[in-house]
């Protein structure tokens, strides 16, 4: 299973600055994770095998022409990232405080 983080970006040219988003994925995963770990030897379908962060997954500025040739090529998969049935979609709508 995929995670896809969806949520707002706190500054113009970074998401997160200061962590609180990171920490907030943390939080709600680390539960699941350790879940995991325990049953590590019992067969499981929601085992998470990954986290999609578009700002970690996708090139940003400043980029090559192969990196922005890639970027798009992202951009473009994102839908079928985010619909595809084995996919869970979290979504951060709090604020930093």
Not at 37 to 60: E, H, M, P, R
Request: glycine fraction near 4%; aromatic fraction near 14%.
């Amino acid at each position: 299973q995929i995670i896809n983080l969806s949520y707002m970006w706190l500054d113009h040219d970074h998401p997160d600055p200061r962590g609180w988003t990171l920490s907030c994925l943390v939080e709600k995963l680390k539960p699941r994770i350790l879940e995991q770990v325990k049953n590590s030897f019992q067969y499981t379908n929601n085992l998470v095998v990954g986290v999609f962060w578009d700002f970690a997954s996708l090139y940003q500025h400043p980029r090559t022409s192969e990196q922005t040739k890639l970027f798009k090529e992202g951009l473009e998969a994102l839908s079928r990232l985010y619909s595809h049935p084995n996919t869970f979609v979290y979504k951060v709508t709090a604020t930093p405080p």
